[in-house]
């Protein structure tokens, strides 16, 4: 058994756990993904906020499965992708 354990979240937003770490995290709220390095996050992390909705994804891709988007900050190419294929209000 593995020393460690990550809670993810799936293809349908549904929590499952992993030996392996996202690469990827995400607010469930606002429904949007991004590097785990985004500054934005980590600027709103430090100031305590977006951890109670804070979700994380093994791949891009079951994030953008799950319903979330790409930040427009840290992954502004794959958001201006997003925004030319997202359905509009």
Known sequence: MPDRQW???????RPFSSEHPGTVGGHKKSR???RLDCPAAL???????YVANR??????ATA?????RPCAVCMPAEYARWKTT???P
């Open 64 to 68: 953008s499965k799950a319903g979330y």
């Open 86 to 88: 997202a359905p509009g």
């Open 43 to 49: 600027r709103t992390l430090t100031r305590g906020g």
């Open 55 to 60: 979700v994380f994804f093994l791949d891009e």
């Open 7 to 13: 809670t993810l979240l799936d293809s349908q937003g």
């Open 32 to 34: 949007l993904y991004g």
